[in-house]
């Protein structure tokens, strides 16, 4: 199962909106199949190692990282296949969160007198699509919020300038961030004092060439929340490619559609109504959402309590009393500080990255 959660990582990139998902087929003690789902549409983890195992799968264990599927979506039931490729028991992670399988694929198995097992490295597999896994359950995307601080917790100075705190090694390090994400989304401040673009860029993300040629393949949708629709279309974040603007008031929606982009208004009180947009994106089929933004829409995600993940990365620097503040949450009490749990922290070449998840109350 190890194996096959290696096998699986190698779709971080590229399996959207389908889940990261790899199997190993084991006969007599020896590998004599192996694969990973690669892209939606194309053949799932199971149908690459059978071919692989082709009648060495007779009689042979079958190791999933997920259940194997049970519909006809845009590719035959997995489940089908490896019942009729006489395989003789199937080990797997977890259950597939996806209503039109959740556990019809392990009970067509049973049914055709094959051993099932399931959760086996559970905690593991459900790492590899925390998106898929919320989506499937709720409707909803996974909210990721990179932010990068000086060691005294501030982002930008007051001139607005936040470019380049963190070094070359954590910049990738985001680069890859995006690249395995559904969504990536700013604000207009942002985008107007950065010039920032969000886009993946194959060179930069220290890929095998094979994954990154797939990573671009299938990029992630950019998403610009400007209620007032301040940025220009001539912006560099236009010009980088189509993109979605979550806004107050579509009537210019024509204009921004014959430059490529779409608009969706989506208003609350004078502000973008985050639940809703995320609702929209989850409808779309985003999985795992990157939010990258300065330290008010940052705030405004913690504040509604939408972070599900903060990527958290700090450079060796004091940029001072006068900089900018990592979030604008304004708290008055200890009793009202948000507790996150740290779940790893590493040194990312010259900087050091913290991942933490907010604690549930
Ligand atoms: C598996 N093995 O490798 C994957 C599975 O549209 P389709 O046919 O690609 O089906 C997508 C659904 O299949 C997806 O929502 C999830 O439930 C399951 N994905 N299942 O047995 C795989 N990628
Ligand atoms: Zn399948």
Not at 85 to 96: F, I, L, N, S, T
Not at 215 to 230: E, K, M, N, S, Y
Not at 245 to 272: K, S
Request: proline share 6%; glycine share 10%; hydrophobic share 45%.
């Amino acid at each position: 199962m190890a194996r096959a959660l290696q096998l699986a990582r190698q779709g971080l990139y590229s399996t959207d909106p389908n889940p990261r998902v790899g199997c190993v087929i084991v006969r007599d003690g020896q590998v004599v199949g192996e694969g990973w789902h690669q892209r939606a549409g194309e053949p799932h983890a199971e149908v690459h190692a059978l071919r692989m195992a082709g009648d060495r799968a007779r009689g042979a264990t079958a190791y999933v990282t997920l259940e194997p599927c049970s519909h006809h979506g845009r590719t035959p039931p997995c489940a089908d296949a490896l019942v009729k490729a006489g395989v003789a028991r199937v080990v797997a992670a977890m259950q597939d969160p996806n209503p039109q399988v959740g556990g019809r694929g392990l009970q067509r198995l049973r049914d055709a007198g094959i051993d099932v097992v399931c959760g086996v490295l559970e905690a593991e597999a459900r790492e590899l699509n925390p998106g898929f896994i919320k989506r499937m359950e709720g409707g909803l995307p996974f909210v990721r919020i990179k932010l990068a601080m000086s060691l005294d917790g501030r982002t930008a100075m007051t001139s607005g300038e936040s470019q380049w705190i963190t070094g070359p090694a954590a910049r990738a390090d985001v680069q890859r961030l995006r690249a395995r994400s559904s969504v990536v989304l700013s604000g207009a401040d942002t985008v107007l004092v950065d010039k920032a673009r969000l886009t993946v860029r194959g060179e930069e993300l220290g890929l095998e060439p094979s994954l990154a040629a797939l990573a671009l393949q299938r990029p992630p949708l950019r998403v610009l929340i400007d209620g007032r629709l301040r940025v220009p279309l001539e912006a560099p974040f236009f010009q980088a490619g189509p993109a979605l603007v979550a806004t107050l008031d579509d009537t210019c929606a024509a204009r921004y559609r014959a430059a490529g982009h779409e608009l969706l208004a989506l208003a609350g009180h004078e502000r973008v109504d985050l639940p809703a947009l995320l609702a929209a994106l989850g409808a779309r089929g985003a999985n795992e959402v990157l939010v990258e933004a300065g330290p008010r829409l940052a705030g405004a995600f913690a504040a509604q309590g939408l972070v599900d993940e903060y990527r958290i990365y700090f450079a060796a620097k004091l940029l001072g009393s006068s900089a900018r503040p990592l979030l604008e949450l304004p708290l008055e009490r200890m009793a009202e500080a948000r507790e996150l749990r740290i779940l790893d922290m590493r040194a990312v070449g010259d900087d050091w990255r913290i991942t933490a998840q907010p604690v549930a109350h």
